[in-house]
C-alpha cells in the first residue's frame, strides 16, 4: 500500500512491562503517546510481573490452592497504580470474570490450554484500559482496543499462529476511523482471537510480535518498541555495565540475535517489518532522549552483540551406517517437525548427528528417535551467539573466539546458514562467563 496516498504516516509503538509497570511509568508512556506528531497507535504489555502472577493464578486456581490470595494481590497492585495516577476507572468487571474463570478451573481440577491463555491474557486487557484513561485525562482522545477483535489466529493455544489476512483486514477496519478522528488507539498486546472464538495468547514476550501486525496492517511509517534499555547492545546490558547501545542493525541481524536469547526483542517482531519494510526503533521509555537503536533492511560488515540462551539440550543421534543411506535425514527432521519442535543448531558427523532444542522439548520425541537410532541427550546447557554481517569473512574471528574461551569446554561450533552468525555450546551455569569473555575480546 503507498503510504502517502493513505495521508496517514501512523507509528506503532509498542510498551513493554517495565514501561507499564509504575504509575510513575504509565505517566511517562503517555507523556511520550501524547507527544508524538501524527496519528499512532500504542500497543501494551501487561504491568510488569502480572503475566507471572496469572499464570501462578491459574495453576494455583487448578489444584484448588488458595488462588484468591493471588487474584487480591493482582487488584491490589493495579488499585495502588490507579490512584497513584489520579484516574477513575473501574477495572471491578475485569476482575469479576477473573475470579469466575479461577472457580471454573478448580471445579475442573485441571488447567487446559485454553482457559490458561483466557486467564494470562487479563494482564494486556487492564493495562490497555489503564493507559487510554490517563490519555484522556492529559487530554487525548483515547480508547482502549481488545485485541481479540483485531488479531486472529488458529488454535493454537499459547503459541497461536496469526491468520495475516484476516487481521490486517479487521485492523484496517477498525483502526483508520479511529486514527482519523484524532482518536489514540491502545491496543492489547500478546493476544488474540483463536479461530473457535476463544482468547488465545501468541507466545511469552508476544506483545512485541503484537505491535508488530499491528504496524504491518497499517503500514506503519515506523514500529517503535519501547522497553527499559537504550536499544539492542552488543551484550545484554544487565551482564556487563560496558554494553554499548547500537546505532543501527539490520533485520536478519536483530533476527539472529532475539532467535538466540536477545530479550530485548521478540524473534517474530521482525517478520511483519521486513515484510512492509518498516523500520523498527527499540527505545528507553526511562530515557526516551537517547537515540535508540534503528533496525532496517540495509546491513553493514561488523560484528555486533553477543548473546546467549539457556536451557537447551543436545539430542545426540547415533546409527552407524544409516546416517548417509538417503532418507535418513529427512525420516529424523520429520519426528521433530511432526512435534512441532524447533532445532536451534545441527551438527553432523559420519555417525551421528547432534541437534539442540529446548529442554523439555526432547523428552517429547526420544520414543519416537529411538526407534531407529540410538539417543543420547545432555540438558542444562546454553548457545552462545556472536553476531555481525560478514562474520564468516573475517579470518580472525574464529581464532579469537577459540582463544577467548579456551578454558571451557565448548561443542558443537557452527556458522549459522545466514552467514551472519557463529554459534556454539557450552554449559549453561558458564554461558554468562563465557559471553563476557567473547564480549571482552572483540568489543573492548
Ligand atoms: P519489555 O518488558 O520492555 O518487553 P524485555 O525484558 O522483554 O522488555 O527486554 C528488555 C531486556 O532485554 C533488557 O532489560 C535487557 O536486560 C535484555 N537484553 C538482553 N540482551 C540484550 C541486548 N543485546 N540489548 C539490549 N537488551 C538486552
Ligand atoms: N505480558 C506478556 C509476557 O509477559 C507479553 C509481553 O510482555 O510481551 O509474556
Ligand atoms: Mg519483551
Not at 117 to 123: C, L, M, P, Y
Not at 241 to 247: G, V
Request: charged share 25%.
Amino acid at each position: 500500500m503507498d503510504k502517502g496516498k493513505m495521508g496517514l504516516r501512523t507509528i506503532t509503538a509498542k510498551f513493554g512491562g517495565t514501561s507499564m509497570g509504575t504509575a510513575k511509568a504509565i505517566a511517562q508512556v503517555a507523556e511520550i503517546v501524547g507527544g508524538m506528531k501524527g496519528p499512532k497507535v500504542a500497543v501494551v504489555s501487561a504491568t510488569s510481573g502480572t503475566t507471572d502472577k496469572l499464570i501462578l493464578l491459574a495453576e494455583t486456581a487448578a489444584v484448588a490452592g488458595n488462588w484468591r490470595e493471588i487474584l487480591d494481590g493482582l487488584i491490589e497492585k493495579h488499585a495502588v497504580i490507579m490512584q497513584e495516577l489520579g484516574v477513575k476507572l473501574s477495572l471491578e468487571n475485569f476482575w469479576k470474570e477473573l475470579g469466575g474463570l479461577c472457580e471454573e478451573v478448580q471445579k475442573k481440577g485441571s488447567l487446559e490450554l485454553y482457559m490458561r491463555d483466557e486467564i494470562i491474557g487479563f494482564g494486556e486487557r487492564i493495562s490497555s484500559n489503564i493507559l487510554p484513561a490517563v490519555l484522556v485525562k492529559n487530554g487525548f482522545k483515547s480508547v482502549a482496543v481488545d485485541a481479540y477483535e483485531i488479531i486472529f489466529t488458529d488454535n493454537n493455544f499459547s503459541e497461536g499462529n496469526v491468520d495475516f489476512e484476516k487481521t490486517y483486514k479487521a485492523v484496517a477496519e477498525k483502526l483508520p476511523p479511529l486514527l482519523k478522528d484524532g482518536v489514540i488507539p491502545v491496543v492489547t498486546g500478546f493476544i488474540g482471537q483463536a479461530e473457535n472464538g476463544q482468547y488465545i495468547t501468541i507466545g511469552r514476550g508476544g506483545s512485541d510480535y503484537s505491535g508488530a501486525i499491528v504496524a504491518g496492517a497499517l503500514d506503519a511509517s515506523e514500529l517503535q518498541i519501547w522497553t527499559d534499555v537504550d536499544g539492542i547492545f552488543n551484550i545484554d546490558p544487565r551482564l556487563e555495565p560496558r554494553a554499548k547501545a547500537l546505532e543501527k542493525l539490520s533485520f536478519k541481524e536483530a533476527a539472529e540475535l532475539a532467535f538466540f536469547g536477545a530479550k530485548v526483542l521478540h524473534p517474530k517482531t521482525i517478520k511483519p517489518a521486513i515484510a512492509k519494510n518498516i523500520p523498527v526503533k527499540i527505545l528507553n521509555t526511562f530515557n526516551p532522549s537517547a537515540p535508540g537503536t534503528l533496525v532496517i533492511n540495509d546491513e553493514e560488515e561488523s560484528i555486533k552483540s553477543v548473546t546467549y540462551k539457556k536451557g537447551i539440550s543436545i539430542v545426540n543421534i547415533c546409527s552407524a551406517g544409516m546416517l548417509t543411506a538417503p532418507g535418513f535425514m529427512s525420516k529424523l527432521f520429520q519426528v521433530f517437525a511432526r512435534a512441532h519442535i524447533d532445532v536451534d543448531v545441527v551438527a553432523t558427523s559420519e555417525v551421528s548427528v547432534s541437534v539442540t532444542v529446548d529442554n523439555g522439548e526432547a523428552d517429547k520425541i526420544l520414543d519416537q528417535l529411538a526407534k531407529f537410532a540410538t539417543v543420547r541427550t545432555q540438558k542444562g546447557m546454553a548457545i552462545v551467539c556472536l553476531v555481525g554481517a560478514g562474520i564468516i569473512h573475517n579470518k580472525h574471528v574464529l581464532k579469537d573466539l577459540f582463544a577467548a574461551v579456551e578454558e571451557h569446554d565448548i561443542s558443537m561450533v557452527s556458522q549459522g546458514s545466514s552467514k551472519r552468525n557463529i554459534t556454539f555450546l557450552v554449559k549453561e551455569s558458564e554461558a554468562q562467563e563465557v559471553v563476557k569473555k567473547v564480549f571482552n575480546k572483540f568489543f573492548i
